[in-house]
């Protein structure tokens, strides 16, 4: 494996998240804000508890998994979209540089940045509300597998797309309906048995859940089940990868 072409290309998307610090770091981190303000002094004031769990602590594994998942997608579409936009995935694809090595700067480069924007949320949320992580260990394996997966699927993305447009379409569309509906901001015990069951066709539900239990012990599936449904989805995008990388669709336009 090259490792310096690796560190090259990871080292660059890096330090194009400094040359867009706003974008990248401050703008997540105050629309998170904002959220954890409106509905931790809205809702939090009407229910006080959930599973034992003041209300504004219990959105905080929710508010970082919104963001995660966002900003994992957006990264990495946006870094691997750039290069074909402006012709210079021609250079990348004559250089001695391997489609696994791409894969693994790219999507690296993209998780770092969202797992960094991760902590920087769990750290402003602790300024609103006490904050206790039982599970630390698996509240990291979340959070890694979660931004691995997505940043893949955000890869795929960057791949499928022929315009900025449609790197919003799926993120805008798809990602954020289903994880404002995945309990984000609510337990689905709360809801009536019916739309119970339908909610655990969300796969979102299974990452916050997951990731909910690691901070309170408190999950509204098991966390056996959480486990395997983020693998599933992580073996599925690099299925997807592997195809693109096999077949070479749309790596050059």
Same mark, same amino acid.
């Given at each position: /494996? ?5 560190? *090259? +290309? ?19 981190? +105050?629309?998170?804000? &904002? ?20 209300? =504004?602590?219990? +959105? @905080? ?16 579409? /946006? ?45 402003? *949320?602790? &300024? ?5 992580? &039982?599970?630390? $260990?698996?509240?990291?394996? $979340? ?10 699927? =955000?890869? +795929?993305?960057?791949?499928? *797309? ?6 919003? @379409?799926? !993120?805008?569309?798809?990602?954020? !309906? ?20 339908? *909610? ?14 690691? $901070?309170? =012990? ?6 056996? @089940? ?18 693109? $990388?096999?077949? =070479? ?5």
């Amino acid at each position: /494996m090259n490792l310096y072409a690796i560190r *090259a +290309i990871y080292m660059s998307e890096m330090a194009r998240t400094g040359r867009t610090l706003m974008q990248s770091i401050l703008s997540p981190v +105050i629309s998170t804000s &904002l959220y954890f303000v409106v509905f931790g002094a809205a809702l939090g004031s009407r229910i006080e508890q959930i599973d034992g769990v003041g209300y =504004g602590a219990f +959105i @905080v594994p929710g508010l970082i998994m919104l963001s995660l998942l966002t900003q994992s997608i957006s990264n990495a579409s /946006m870094g691997i979209y750039f290069p074909k936009f402006i012709g210079t995935i021609y250079e990348l694809l004559s250089a001695p540089v391997s489609y696994l090595e791409i894969v693994v700067a790219y999507v690296g480069a993209a998780a770092t940045k969202s797992i960094v924007l991760g902590a920087i949320i769990l750290a402003t *949320a602790g &300024l609103f509300v006490p904050l206790q992580v &039982l599970h630390p $260990f698996w509240m990291l394996l $979340f959070l890694v597998l979660t931004a691995v997966t997505f940043s893949l699927f =955000g890869f +795929i993305i960057g791949i499928w *797309a022929d315009g900025f447009e449609k790197l919003q @379409v799926i !993120p805008l569309l798809i990602i954020t !309906p289903l994880t404002f509906l995945g309990g984000s901001f609510y337990s689905i015990s709360m809801l009536p048995p019916f739309w119970q069951t339908v *909610a655990l066709f969300n796969p979102v539900v299974y990452l916050v859940s997951g990731f909910r239990w690691s $901070f309170y =012990g408190i999950a509204d599936v098991n966390i056996a @089940v959480s486990l395997a449904m983020t693998l599933t989805f992580l073996a599925a995008c690099l299925a997807v990868v592997a195809w693109i $990388f096999r077949t =070479g669709y749309r790596l050059k336009s």
